[in-house]
């Protein structure tokens, strides 16, 4: 079974960056689609970014792209989440997940079944 830590939060000034690392433990990480979704209080969870297992194809949510670029390891067994020019509307819990039912480049929370902690980024203005 896989399971997922985060790392690389932390308290940034807007229009700053921040990379954000998500390690996987366990079998057969190269072949599971990830994802990174994030939630502030009071609001529900966000799709941010998703990537194949190839590392070929990637989907954004609009408010990220252009901003935020996922990448992933295989050998280090880690996926990435490079963000820049943060905004304030970017402060979050920002949470890794892969999906191991679903072959493709999934965008959906219920597509997703492995969750990470969680780390928090803040962008004050």
């Known amino acids: 079974q896989v399971q997922l830590v985060e790392s690389g939060g932390g308290l940034v000034q807007a229009g700053g960056s921040l990379r954000l690392s998500c390690a996987a433990s366990?079998?057969?990480?190269?072949?599971?689609?990830m994802g990174w979704f994030r939630q502030a209080p009071g609001k529900e969870r966000e799709f941010v970014a998703s990537?194949?297992?190839?590392?070929?194809?990637?989907f954004y949510a609009d408010s990220v792209k252009g901003r935020f670029t996922i990448s992933r390891d295989n050998a280090k067994s880690t996926v990435y989440l490079q963000m820049n020019s943060l905004k304030p509307e970017d402060t979050a819990l920002y949470h890794c997940?892969?999906?191991?039912?679903?072959?493709?480049?999934?965008?959906?929370?219920?597509?997703?079944?492995?969750w990470g902690q969680g780390t928090q980024v803040t962008v004050s203005s």
């Open positions: 997940a892969a999906a191991t039912k679903v072959g493709a480049t999934p965008r959906l929370t219920r597509e997703f079944d492995i």
């Open positions: 990537i194949s297992w190839t590392g070929i194809t990637t």
């Open positions: 366990g079998r057969t990480f190269s072949t599971y689609p």
